[in-house]
């Protein structure tokens, strides 16, 4: 496509306003006659040199090169237009805006014009006078009535922003983002009835919408109404009888209402939905496990429940599992969680410090010398590891090893008399079984003298 094809195309985009009629006119084998006279060439390479170096981000230059136009025709508004853009890219909002006006001037419904002024507003924060143009933007676009919604919310203007999300919703039925607009205003406003009367007048209208319920659910719960709540989702379940996210209120409700059977189906229910996220299950199962804390008699229902999802656990559930066993005195079955939660987070410190712990308790020592001299490797820095890696090897008769790890690990020890005592006491221990007993009385009293001080 050569550049005067281009320009032609152009000119004619700037002159837009030109009335109909007069396009029957026009010869256009007939060389024009207007302000460009035997500039024509002049103007072109001017105008085309000014795209070109606003394409490259040298808006100076663009701007010098579009005043060089206005010198051979000063009655294009798509110089004005261009003028405009460029001088916003400068951050020369004065010049843009005087410019802008001038080719909206000349083409009053022009929406691209109209619309870099608005940015032009935007960007230096004039809400008032972004306010004004937007509002003629929404007679041509009214895809521009959300963001003039936007800017009411800047203003404060939550009844007209409000006013205006009713009408798109209306027309156009709801979006993502107009209902983020709407609860960020009733966050603002503190007006939680409001928001609540809108998600009943949408189940209303339109009652098998599962998302609105849910919604609603949350609401009433966000706000202390746990009886409407309830009753919200006792009418989703009637509404959808097979709705697997009501269940993630419904057990609690029913755990409340002393319902467990029904809360125990609730939670099956969740933990086995595919369509439900698994963080979402990880906290149904961490609040039943709560609650059989409480309630050891539906231990079984526990182990049953769990059993439903032994291959999709997370790190997480395996944590809560392992403490719940913890305290229920299952040794064992607390370390078998731990460490399926490890095998998931690989580096979490208190992770590796419950297993180490654990092993000790269980008297399994040499996985702890193996699991401990992994651990450091990962945190050299951590005395705890020296210290549980000394008392493993110290169990296993390695006395040697045993002041190795625990001598590094006082190094890395700072004020932690308990612990302190601890090492003192292992490397008494083990300059005893090498019959050091000199060093091993040394120890000694340095361990009873930290006790003393406690």
């Given at each position: 496509?050569n550049?005067?094809f281009?320009?032609?195309?152009?000119f004619?985009?700037?002159?837009?306003s030109?009335?109909?009629?007069?396009?029957?006119q026009?010869d256009f084998?007939k060389?024009?006659d207007?302000?460009?006279?035997?500039?024509e060439d002049e103007?072109?390479?001017?105008?085309?040199?000014a795209?070109?170096?606003?394409?490259?981000e040298?808006?100076?230059r663009?701007?010098d090169?579009l005043?060089?136009?206005?010198?051979l025709?000063?009655?294009?508004?798509?110089?004005?237009?261009?003028?405009?853009?460029?001088?916003?890219?400068?951050k020369?909002f004065?010049a843009?805006?005087d410019?802008?006006?001038?080719?909206?001037?000349?083409?009053?419904?022009n929406v691209?014009?109209?619309?870099?002024l608005?940015?032009?507003?935007?960007q230096?924060?004039?809400?008032?006078?972004?306010?004004?143009?937007?509002?003629?933007?929404?007679?041509?676009?009214?895809?521009?009535?959300?963001d003039l919604?936007?800017?009411y919310v800047?203003?404060e203007?939550y009844?007209?922003a409000?006013?205006?999300?009713?009408?798109?919703?209306e027309?156009?039925g709801?979006?993502?983002?107009?209902?983020a607009m709407?609860?960020?205003?009733?966050s603002?406003?503190g007006?939680?009835?409001?928001?609540?009367?809108?998600l009943?007048?949408r189940?209303a209208?339109?009652?098998?919408n599962?998302?609105n319920?849910?919604?609603?659910?949350?609401?009433?719960?966000?706000?202390g109404?746990?009886?409407n709540a309830?009753?919200a989702?006792?009418?989703?379940?009637?509404v959808?009888?097979?709705?697997?996210?009501v269940h993630?209120?419904?057990?609690?409700?029913?755990?409340q209402?002393?319902?467990?059977?029904?809360?125990?189906?609730s939670v099956?229910t969740?933990?086995?939905s595919?369509e439900i996220?698994?963080?979402?299950k990880a906290k149904v199962l961490?609040?039943?496990?709560?609650?059989?804390?409480r309630?050891?008699?539906?231990?079984s229902?526990?182990i049953e429940?769990?059993s439903?999802?032994?291959?999709n656990?997370?790190?997480?559930?395996?944590?809560?599992?392992?403490h719940?066993?913890l305290?229920?005195?299952?040794?064992?079955?607390?370390?078998?969680?731990?460490?399926?939660?490890?095998?998931?987070?690989?580096?979490d410190?208190k992770?590796i410090?419950?297993?180490?712990?654990?092993?000790?308790?269980?008297e399994?020592?040499?996985?702890?010398?193996?699991?401990?001299e992994?651990?450091?490797?990962?945190y050299?820095?951590?005395?705890?590891?020296?210290l549980v890696?000394?008392?493993?090897?110290?169990?296993?008769?390695?006395?040697?090893?045993a002041i190795?790890?625990?001598?590094?690990?006082l190094?890395?020890l700072?004020?932690n008399?308990?612990m302190?005592?601890d090492?003192?006491s292992?490397?008494?221990?083990?300059?005893?079984?090498?019959?050091n007993?000199?060093k091993s009385?040394t120890?000694?009293?340095?361990a009873?003298?930290?006790?003393l001080?406690?």
């Open positions: 496509m550049k005067k281009i320009f032609i195309l152009v004619f985009i700037g002159m837009l030109v009335p109909q009629a007069s396009y029957a026009v084998n060389r024009p207007d302000d460009l006279g035997n500039y103007f072109q390479e001017h105008f085309f040199e795209l070109k170096q606003k394409g490259i040298n808006y100076d663009a701007v090169e005043h060089k136009c206005l010198n025709n000063s009655k294009l508004p798509v110089i004005y237009f261009e003028l405009g853009k460029n001088y916003n890219k400068l020369n004065g843009a805006e410019n802008l006006k001038k080719a909206i001037e000349m083409q009053p419904d691209w014009f109209l619309d870099e608005y940015d032009v507003y935007f230096q924060d004039d809400i008032k006078n972004a306010l004004k143009t937007i509002k003629q933007l929404v007679k041509y676009h009214p895809d521009y009535k959300e919604a936007a800017l800047r203003e203007k009844k007209q409000l006013d205006i999300l009713d009408e798109l919703d027309e156009y709801l979006s993502e983002s107009r209902d709407r609860n960020d205003i009733y603002i406003t007006n939680a009835d409001d928001r609540i009367e809108n009943e007048q189940i209208n339109n009652p098998n599962e998302d319920h849910l919604k609603l659910i949350y609401r009433y719960s966000q706000s109404d746990r009886k309830y009753k989702a006792r009418n989703l379940l009637k959808k009888p097979d709705s697997k996210f993630l209120a419904l057990y609690k409700f029913y755990l209402e002393g319902k467990v059977d029904d809360a125990i189906s099956k969740v933990l086995t595919p996220n698994a963080d979402a961490k609040d039943f496990v709560a609650f059989v804390g309630n050891p008699e539906y231990e229902d526990l429940i769990t439903l999802i032994d291959e656990k997370d790190a997480q559930t395996h944590n809560d599992l392992g719940y066993y305290k229920a005195g299952d040794k064992l079955k607390a370390l078998s969680n731990f460490k399926e939660a490890l095998k998931q987070s690989p580096n410190f992770l410090k419950d297993v180490l712990l654990l092993q000790i308790d269980i399994d020592y040499k996985a702890v010398v193996i699991d401990g992994s651990a450091l490797e990962l050299p820095a951590q005395p705890i590891l020296y890696t000394g008392v493993a090897n110290n169990k296993l008769g390695n006395s040697k090893k190795e790890y625990l001598e590094m690990g190094d890395y700072i004020d008399p308990n302190e005592s090492f003192y292992e490397l008494s221990m083990a300059y005893k079984a090498l019959n007993i000199s009385e120890f000694a009293k340095k009873k003298a930290l006790k001080q406690q």
